[in-house]
T-cell receptor
Framework: AQKITQTQPGMFVQEKEAVTLDCTYD???????LFWYKQPSSGEMIFLIY??????QNATEGRYSLNFQKARKSANLVISASQLGDSAMYFC?????????????FGAGTRLFVKA | KAGVTQTPRYLIKTRGQQVTLSCSPI?????VSWYQQTPGQGLQFLFE???????NKGNFPGRFSGRQFSNSRSEMNVSTLELGDSALYLC??????????????FGPGTRLTVL
């Protein structure tokens, strides 16, 4: 069963505007971590933001914030004041496991295009 | 501090051959994970190593194997290459294996082309 769902294959946003990238997840593990990564055309995965399943407040990192709604199992990424350099693929990921080992599962990704 | 390094960056092989990819984690990181990225399947987890032990494995055939050395460097081997093995192989390191919130730092990847 798919555990990370990103329903937006592509998104367009005007420069300087905010954009929300959707992510829903499914897990029965009470302890898990949610991540967002950016992958420019160069291929390198760049860590953006992290949200722990027990965190009470939504995570923020500069222009990035994570809208965590645990009951709905959603972890949307909000990018404020979009810049041309934000054009890239964005992946939502979930890390789960136990002392026997962990693994990270990625969504299919959303390609963001920032228009000048 | 140096980031995660992967060698080689690009590789071309033919069907039936075998290949070994190398990953050097960030200094002090003991956990290394490998992922395969293809346009059709996206990013898929291959395996995770911690302290020279494979801790978890994704749904890949036995042709895919790996190991981790005492200095935390890791290698991934694919035997009897198939056309479908053409992909970007990403390695990621984290400080420890435990803790769901442990951030993973990714290397630049090795792009493997199988002809």
């Amino acid at each position: 069963a798919q555990k990370i769902t990103q329903t937006q294959p592509g998104m367009f946003v005007q420069e300087k505007e905010a954009v929300t990238l959707d992510c829903t997840y499914d897990t029965s593990d009470p302890s898990y971590g949610l991540f967002w990564y950016k992958q420019p055309s160069s291929g390198e995965m760049i860590f953006l933001i992290y949200q722990g399943s027990y965190d009470q407040q939504n995570a923020t990192e500069g222009r990035y914030s994570l809208n965590f709604q645990k009951a709905r199992k959603s972890a949307n990424l909000v990018i404020s004041a979009s810049q041309l350099g934000d054009s890239a693929m964005y992946f939502c990921a979930m890390r789960e496991g136990n002392t026997g080992g962990f693994k990270t599962i990625f969504g299919a990704g959303t390609r963001l295009f920032v228009k000048a | 501090k140096a980031g995660v390094t992967q060698t080689p960056r690009y590789l071309i092989k033919t069907r039936g051959q075998q290949v070994t990819l190398s990953c050097s984690p960030i200094s002090g990181h003991r956990s290394v994970s490998w992922y395969q990225q293809t346009p059709g399947q996206g990013l898929q987890f291959l395996f995770e190593y911690f302290s020279e032990t494979q801790r978890n494995k994704g749904n890949f055939p036995g042709r895919f194997s790996g190991r981790q050395f005492s200095n935390s460097r890791s290698e991934m081997n694919v035997s009897t290459l198939e056309l479908g093995d053409s992909a970007l192989y990403l390695c990621a390191s984290s400080l420890v294996s435990g803790g769901a919130g442990n951030e993973q730092f990714f290397g630049p990847g090795t792009r493997l082309t199988v002809l």
